[in-house]
């Protein structure tokens, strides 16, 4: 099924182009489960075989992810704070809770963005507590375009680097979910490291 899947997207990513990987990439960072390890690799390949070209391509699956990031935070920031905050009694989220995670992104809204972004599904949700937050534009920006920048390169490189092997392309989709799974860990051990060295 998977092969069929990543045929159909090669044929249909081929058709669209860049407004095609830049679409289902932004739905991807929505909450619309599109895995992105289904959608950059097979571009990567387009771009292997020249039909596309590879900078574009990741331009255009970093720029998607951050339009569907900003589709959540800006649900989140002006739809969902207000109604939260005025009915999450009823779904056990009081203005206490809310205010913890607001205070949480103003000490840590950076790193939990970037990392978030090389997560599967944590991707899809990070968006929600940064807009939630009331976290900076700016920031928010910068780094979902860093951690996207990074992730969309991985997939794209898999694809061009491997061509059609739909066997491999999703063997090694997996390991670079592992290793950034793994990396983001040892990040995070980094920054809390130096955040415990800065305060003492």
Known sequence: ??????????????????????ILMAMESS???IPSELVMPPAGY?????IMNPWITILSGTT??????????YVARYLGRPV????????????DKLHRIERFFLRHGEISTFIGRLLPVVRHLI???????????LRFSLYTLLGSLIWCSVLTWIGYTIGRNQELIVMYSK????WA???????????IFFRRCRVK
């Open 181 to 191: 799974s793994f990396g983001s860990c040892l990040l995070l051990i980094v920054y």
């Open 46 to 50: 387009l771009a292997q075989q020249g």
């Open 64 to 73: 998607g992810s951050l339009a569907g990031a900003y589709a959540n935070y």
């Open 127 to 137: 968006s929600i507590p940064a807009g939630l937050s009331g976290m900076k534009h």
């Open 84 to 95: 939260l905050f005025k009915y999450g009694k009823y779904f056990f989220i009081s203005p």
């Open 175 to 178: 390991q670079a979910v592992i």
């Open 31 to 33: 909450l619309i489960p």
């Open 1 to 22: 099924m998977i092969k069929d899947l990543m045929l159909m997207l090669v044929d249909g990513i081929g058709s669209f182009g860049y407004l095609g990987i830049f």
